[in-house]
């Protein structure tokens, strides 16, 4: 196996035989998320290296357990954010997985069920069981894929649970980033009136006309701001930068809903916009198997693909530096095939 690992000390990385539910895939390309930025640089004093990071994984099927039945030899599939679960929690039961109040096996720095660490996508090869392995629907570009499997599934989540899919209605997207310009996409996928909040006006052409927004506002614009009070049904908020939620919770309307898919350093809010509006703040991480599935599915449908700079892995490190000011429309994705030999 070859990778790209993030060393500090010596320490081996191991990996597991072919297992009945197990799936091998050969990595075509993988995605860059910021999470990988947060590892490689040990941010949170929890990285365990060697780290290899990379979880908008794609490839080729070389291989199935005798216990597989979804996939064979010659597939295009993909891996997410997490490789194992309990599989026996509520959470798990409900499809939930990524919330298993057990155990949860994110893709990489993380300890599996053998007690080895896991290993991502900026590697030639995976193994994952087979439950944690979904389908590129037929003719769907893998690089493209990438990024679906984090950014992706990171807004479509929250979209459907609180039923953002409904034509007609309107939808507010702070922030135009790799997780943003998704929730673009998929906003008008559903037939919604699109809203894009930025702070750089330079974003304005690309969300219009690029991505299809039907209306671009300067967020830091006071009188643009106030001219949208209570018309937005919806907003999900992916702008990890501190920001004003009353502000934007004004913009909602009676029972509005505001999503939060970005990580600010923290949320501040008064009652006030909150209860006058019986609006309400809701998180959330990725998503499930079966609703990763088919937003796979419904990206294939409806012809949805993110915005890519595909990149080799030797660019990896320019990848972070740029990724960290903000240089990138809208996401990095490694031409593992073809760079990692």
């Known amino acids: 196996m070859t990778s790209l690992v993030f060393m500090e000390g010596n320490i081996a990385a191991s990996c597991r ?38 979880h908008e994984i794609v490839g080729i099927v070389t291989e199935v357990g005798g216990n597989v039945e979804r996939f064979k030899a010659g597939d295009h599939v993909a891996v997410g954010t997490y490789v194992n679960s309990c599989r026996d929690c509520e959470e798990c039961n409900e499809g939930l997985e990524v919330y298993c109040s057990k155990k949860l096996v994110p893709t990489y720095n993380s300890i599996d069920e053998d007690g080895t660490v896991t290993k991502g996508g900026y590697s030639n090869f995976i ?13 769907y570009p893998l690089a493209s894929a990438a990024p679906l499997l984090c950014a992706g599934i990171t807004v479509y989540t929250p ?110 809010i008064t009652p006030h916009p909150l209860s006058s509006g019986m609006r309400s703040i809701s998180g959330s991480w990725t998503g499930g198997t079966r609703q990763t599935q088919e937003m796979l599915d419904f990206c294939g449908v409806h012809k949805i693909y993110p915005q890519i ?26 031409d593992i095939e073809n760079s990692l030999k």
Do not use: W
Request: aromatic letters at 10%; proline letters at 3%; a neutral charge.
């Open 309 to 334: 700079e595909i990149i080799p892995i030797q660019y990896a490190y320019e990848a972070f530096e740029r990724m960290m000011k903000n240089d990138v429309k809208y996401r990095f994705v490694i």
């Open 159 to 268: 979209m459907m649970h609180h039923k953002m899919n409904q034509p007609g209605k309107r939808l507010g997207v702070v922030g135009l980033g790799g997780l943003g310009h998704m929730a673009v996409l998929f906003g008008k996928a559903f037939g919604l009136h699109v809203t894009v909040f930025s702070t750089s006006a330079s974003k304005k052409e690309e969300a219009l006309n690029l991505l299809g927004a039907d209306n671009f506002v300067l967020s830091n614009d006071e009188h643009q701001m106030k001219g949208l009070t209570r018309s937005l049904d919806f907003i999900v908020d992916s702008a990890s930068g501190d920001h004003s939620f009353d502000l934007y919770l004004s913009l909602l309307k009676t029972k509005g809903v505001l999503a939060l898919v970005g990580y600010p350093n923290e949320i501040k």
């Open 17 to 54: 035989a072919v297992g009945s539910d197990d799936v091998s895939l050969k990595i075509t390309h993988c995605g860059v998320c910021y999470s990988d930025v947060i590892y490689t640089k040990n941010k949170h004093g929890d990285s365990m290296y060697p780290v290899v990071p990379g």
């Open 127 to 139: 193994l994952v069981h087979q439950r944690y392995c979904f389908k590129i629907p037929d003719n």
